[in-house]
């Protein structure tokens, strides 16, 4: 059974960062897919960015491209999130997502789940 636990999330300034993380427990992940979406108040969860386990191959929306990085830890089975150059339109609950074998921007593609986490960014 695979766990995904998010961290990191908070409050802050626009223009500020924060690094989230998404530690993954469960089976062997050499082949699995790691992907990160946001869901903001009456909105429908939206892709972020993406990455194979090796880190080899990485997809970004295009609202987060050159100011968010995703990274794998294959030591530590951990994700991350680097977010730079926080906008408050980045306001949301940010949510890890893995599949064994799928890399896609379809959040119904991604079988496991964390349980979210808020990042606010204030005006």
């Known amino acids: 059974q695979v766990q995904l636990v998010e961290s990191g999330g908070g409050l802050v300034q626009a223009g500020g960062s924060l690094r989230l993380s998404c530690a993954a427990s469960?089976?062997?992940?050499?082949?699995?897919?790691m992907a990160w979406f946001r869901q903001a108040p009456g909105k429908e969860r939206a892709f972020v960015a993406s990455?194979?386990?090796?880190?080899?191959?990485?997809d970004y929306a295009d609202s987060v491209k050159g100011r968010f990085t995703i990274s794998i830890d294959n030591a530590k089975n951990t994700a991350y999130l680097q977010m730079n150059s926080l906008k408050p339109e980045d306001t949301a609950v940010y949510y890890c997502a893995a599949h064994p074998f799928v890399r896609s921007r379809r959040p119904t593609d991604y079988n496991y789940w964390g349980q979210g986490t808020q990042v606010t960014v204030s005006s």
């Open positions: 469960g089976p062997t992940f050499n082949n699995y897919a």
């Open positions: 990455s194979s386990w090796s880190g080899g191959s990485t």
